[in-house]
């Protein structure tokens, strides 16, 4: 027989008795038919007949329990000891009255979005603590001490909690950030800005040995041992249009000529390759990258597309970004956003840098997983044999990933027009407008092809010659049998 339960045997004569599961760990009231069994019948020597009539119980009831009376009254003892002990004391005076005004004070804190921390809590409660014992006399003399079990209990009793600060955005500027919209909104209508033209560029740091901090174990475990983390980092910068096009990568790397990178031609790296002792971003390198990659590819880029070379370039005020970049060319007009919104409107720091991290990351993991699972090397093989020629491979492949729809889209906060699928119709319409002033039709049917004005036998090597050339230049809907059958 269990201490938690008991079974009693209830029913009445010449019917069949039922086992009833009576559990001693329900609410109190199920207590209160035992307790009456031993106090108001069995000690004042009541025969069971009699204690099972004025108690409304069956005699077999009335006899298991005062059969196993000990077992049970320590099990009642048990459970009433847990209910009488906690006792709630109500806290008056300073004490009281001080965490209720700190309570107040993190809601407003939390509001202003300024971070909290454990001794910034602490002085505050300290500096109210001391205000408030002025206003009570010598009878509330108690000293307060904000200790980490005080914290630990007055945290749990008002549900704080901690979380991890994430991003920039507790120090953006809103306002600022509205006024730059309206802003750039008026210079791209008044001069005529296409989707082609107007673009935005951000550096990114990188782990590119970088290791997952979480994984997924057994319940019955308790932790998993881990590899020590790489901090080999590489900067990055990345950039694109309106339209969804995108710039070839800078990288900067701590050396000029690695090891992996002997006898490769940097320039068919899929990243603009340069160097600096602390694989940081300087203004000197920045006008480098504008001077001798940025400015030829948007040159080459709008030439394919046949618009002329007018470039909307933005910048965050970061101090790598010369001011004076927009005198290198007088072509490309240099906006710069306002300081704090970077988190807010610009473009590139919206979602794709995270994006481009996430495919350079499944990438190399899935090179690791099929490594290891292959039995060639473990883990650790693997990232010693991992190089920055490896790394830079997956940043050309993770980079070609990030899709057209995910570089259009990163303008919706910052451009009212030339957004989502409004852009491509755009662009659309206007490549046939140009197509058309070209002079290429872009209707289906073509008039008939007209005639050569002398007469050529086909087996001619000068029919076959013109036959040719006419075939690379005349639209594909035309058909060349005029040219046969004449």
Known sequence: MSSIECCVMTGQHGVKKQLVLVSLSAAEPQYEKEEAVYHSGAENGKPV?????????????????????????NAIRASASVRSTLISKKRIGPLEEMEQLLVTWMEDQIQKRMPLSLLTIQTKAHMLFDELKKNYDDNHNKSFVASAGWFHRFKNCHNFHSVKISGEAASADAKGAAKFKDILQKIVIDEGYLPEQILNVNETGLYWKRMPQQSYIHKEATMMPGFKAYKYRLTFLLGG????????PLMVYHSENPRALKRIDKHMLPVHYHHNKKAWMTAMLFEDWFVRCFIPEVKDYCRENKIPFKILLILDNAPTHPQNIGDFNENVKVVFLPPNTTSLIQPMDQVAVATFKAYYLRNTFAQAVQATDNEEKDLRTFWKEFNVLNSIMNIGKAWKEVKKEC???????????YRGDKSDKQTKARSQTRAGRDGVRMTPQSPP????TMPLAPNDVAFQSILFFLAL?????CSLRCWIDR
């Open 407 to 417: 570089m259009n889209g990163l303008w919706k906060n910052l451009l009212q027009v």
């Open 241 to 248: 249009n309106v339209a969804g096009y995108k710039l070839k």
């Open 449 to 452: 092809c007209p005639g050569p």
């Open 49 to 73: 007949m009699v204690i099972a009539r004025d108690e409304h119980l069956s005699q077999s009831t009335v006899s298991t329990i005062l059969k196993d009376e000990k077992q049970i009254m």
């Open 473 to 477: 230049q005349l639209p594909t809907t």
